[in-house]
């Protein structure tokens, strides 16, 4: 339970959800610091802006529950030096999303969840509606913002491991429901169900794609709203003008218009996070001038889209690592830079994944005017697999294997977009690169 007459100390504070929420507690009042490994993750800079300590794992970091609060990151188990600590002294921890769910039960709060953007949606919601009213957010890439007296709290709902189950909102956006996490759920039917009993949680009103039949099959006792492109859509956009610049686009909210918005993003799936925050505004009874000045002022979200230029090369970082985020991103940069070559540098996220998603992968990546794929991410639950990615390359006219030894090869595309695109340490990639141009 959360004192602000105790320390709060994270084990494992620079994973991004981790951050987000240490630099939340810090906004508002919290004594916390942490500890992590020493490799350098882009969570770290947030936090030693805010003065927040991290230390290296050490025994000693821990005291007692009369001086600390310990909130355990979901990555560490017994060997971990300082959840040993915690065993020998009988020191009791707190997972991250029982965390969290303090947080969700003191505010009008709103979750977002589903495969595929969550964290664009989050950070879009929070930011309109942090022009409104003040609001505290929790990001799923390293951002957190505590506001004392907040109206509204905003936080990214993660189903891996089911835990997203652990948080009672009052709204819930699911974007959608494609399989995902393979190393962890049996199947569809599993990974659907975790999403049914977090639709059971949520308090007031449940926001879903219309398009995903899966959505559609929830049962809910409360409210359950579409938003989408269709007129049987309860909250619909139209007349949609896409540019170079962004989109312009109608909202009508169960027929009745609610004017002109403008992002400046780009793609189907962005118009489709925009039309689901205003639906979630729309219902708290935010007047819609002010999200639509929001939605002018929003920039994106870290690691989704993000863009750099280097005269005539746009290099483009994005968190892509499943068929249905690529589809989205390629998209998006065809929007945006149409007369240029586009060159994806692809990571694959871990081997489960990579089996599952292979022809998908290779189906995807040979409408693009040239690919470069990296060595397969592995991640700390599973460090080998009997697949590569020379098993993507040769099945994708024209790819190549790339890794650091041989980055400059990269250099060869002129007047192009290169969209670095994966979950894992792509940015070291991307950073080699641009020391080139």
């Known amino acids: 339970m959360l004192d602000k007459n105790k320390e709060v100390w994270f084990i494992g504070i620079k994973g991004t959800g981790m951050a987000s929420l240490a630099l939340l507690l810090h906004d508002l009042g919290y004594k916390v610091a942490g500890s992590d490994i020493e490799k350098y993750t882009f969570t770290q800079v947030p936090l030693e802006k805010a003065g927040i300590e991290v230390k290296d794992f050490d025994p000693a970091n821990i005291k007692s529950n009369d001086e600390q609060v310990i909130v355990k990151g979901n990555a560490f188990k017994e060997e971990n030096p300082e959840v040993k600590a915690c065993l020998d002294k009988g020191v009791e921890w707190q997972s991250y999303p029982d965390t969290v769910e303090e947080i969700v039960q003191a505010h009008t709060s709103i979750g977002i969840s589903g495969t595929h953007g969550k964290t664009s949606t989050t950070s879009l919601l929070s930011h309109v509606l942090g022009e409104v009213a003040p609001t505290s957010y929790l990001i799923g890439d390293g951002r957190g913002k505590g506001v004392e007296g907040s109206r509204f709290f905003v936080y990214e709902a993660d189903e891996y491991r089911r835990h997203f189950l652990a948080y009672h909102p009052d709204y819930q956006i699911m974007t959608n429901i494609d399989f995902d996490h393979p190393d962890y759920f049996k199947d569809q039917a599993d990974y659907t169900s975790a999403f049914q009993s977090a639709a059971d949680q949520t308090k007031k009103a449940l926001f879903v794609w219309g398009d995903d039949k899966r959505l559609q099959s929830l049962k809910t006792d409360i409210p359950k709203y579409t938003y989408g492109f269709k007129d049987t859509d309860g909250f619909q956009a ?3 003008e896409k540019s170079t610049t962004g989109s312009k686009f109608h909202v009508l909210a169960h027929g009745k218009d609610l004017g002109e918005f403008e992002i400046h993003l780009f793609g189907d799936h962005s118009i489709l996070n925009a039309t689901a925050v205003i639906a979630v505004a729309y219902t708290e009874k935010v007047p819609m001038d002010d999200i639509r ?110 890794d650091l030894d041989n980055i400059q090869d990269l250099t060869k595309n002129k007047n192009s977009v290169v969209v670095f695109m994966g979950a894992g340490d792509i940015p070291k990639y991307e950073d080699a690169y641009e020391k080139l141009l």
């Open 293 to 402: 000045d929001g939605m002018l002022t929003f920039k994106g979200a870290k690691r989704r889209f993000s863009e750099k230029d280097f005269g005539d090369i746009a290099v483009i970082d994005d968190y892509a690592h499943h068929p249905t985020e690529m589809r989205a991103t390629i998209q998006a940069a065809r929007q945006k830079f149409p007369d240029k070559k586009l060159v994806v540098v692809f990571q694959p996220h871990t081997f489960s994944r990579t089996k599952k998603y292979q022809k998908d992968f290779e189906e995807i990546l040979r409408d693009v005017d040239k690919v470069y794929v990296t060595p397969i991410y592995a991640s700390a639950r599973e460090a080998n697999g009997d697949i590569s990615s020379e098993d993507l390359v040769k099945n994708i006219p024209g790819s190549e294997v790339i």
């Open 238 to 240: 139209n007349q949609i």
